[in-house]
């Protein structure tokens, strides 16, 4: 399924690279982040998540018109890694996975050297990105839904 058009029509790359100009201070990131701090900043976005501890991330996990989608978030040392895969109930499994590899899964210019990983120094960063994040999700979840009933 070509999928290009739905990140095009949320203007994915841009909105995920002004998270990664705005969040990209390796070196001051809050290396010492608790899994407290990191759930309690998950709570505040409103979602039912799981945590997965054998992966060490935060699972969001949602159905809507017999797909699923799924926001993978790992959140550790100060760093967001970001991943988002889709799923139908007849087997359709595309392994997005993570975000700054998606634009050139799917044909997309993207500076992946520049743009790649997230990070946060302190627990207001943290839910600033994470915000940033769900909202790409949230429409992505509905450019998604639009563009499979058009097809």
């Not at 743009?115 to 994470?130: H, S």
Request: glycine fraction near 4%.
């Amino acid at each position: 399924m070509e999928l290009k058009p739905v990140f095009e029509k949320i203007n994915f790359v841009n909105r995920y690279q002004e998270i990664c100009e705005e969040y990209n201070d390796f070196d001051k990131r809050m290396s010492n982040s608790k899994k407290t701090l990191q759930e309690s900043v998950m709570k505040k976005m409103g979602y039912d998540y799981k945590y997965i501890s054998n992966g060490s991330f935060f699972q969001v996990k949602e159905e809507t018109n017999n797909w699923e989608t799924q926001f993978n978030l790992v959140l550790k040392k100060g760093i967001v890694e970001s991943l988002f895969y889709i799923y139908n109930n007849k087997g359709f499994d595309d392994q997005l996975g993570r975000l700054d590899f998606i634009p050139e899964k799917i044909g997309i210019p993207f500076d992946r050297k520049k743009y790649n990983l997230v990070f946060y120094k302190t627990e207001k960063d943290l839910e600033e990105i994470l915000k940033s994040l769900f909202s790409i999700y949230e429409d992505l979840k509905i450019a998604l839904v639009e563009h499979l009933e058009s097809v």
